[in-house]
């Protein structure tokens, strides 16, 4: 039997690409279809880094949608590779966390990607 309180503690650790390659696996190899109300995002950690260090990792936080909302869902399941109602139900909640510590590269690229859909868009 699994110990559920740690497998708890795993699931609420999670990322939300972390949680998206787990829903892909669940519904791939078992064939289980995980509502989009299971897409969590994990709150950040509470750790300060360094103040000297150069900050390499990044999240993507959406402010808001804009009025361009088709395109920015689109963009966000382009970004996270996530359903389009679990994208939907993202930039609906808006503020929302897009991507969690992502490369700098990387979340340049998907904050230009947000703002060209007409998104206001912050990296934290």
Known sequence: ??????????????????????SNL???KYGIEPAA?????????????PAEAAKSEYDVILKEAGTQKVAVIKAVKDITNLGLGEAKAL??????????????????EAKKKLEEAGATVELA
């Open 37 to 49: 109300a299971a897409v969590a995002v994990a709150a950040p950690t509470t750790e300060a880094a």
């Open 26 to 28: 669940l519904k791939e």
């Open 1 to 22: 039997m699994a110990n559920i309180e740690k497998l708890a503690e795993e699931l609420v650790g999670m990322t939300v690409l972390e949680v998206n390659e787990l």
């Open 91 to 108: 930039v609906d909640g808006a503020p929302k966390i897009i991507l969690e510590k992502a490369k700098t590269e990387e979340a340049e």
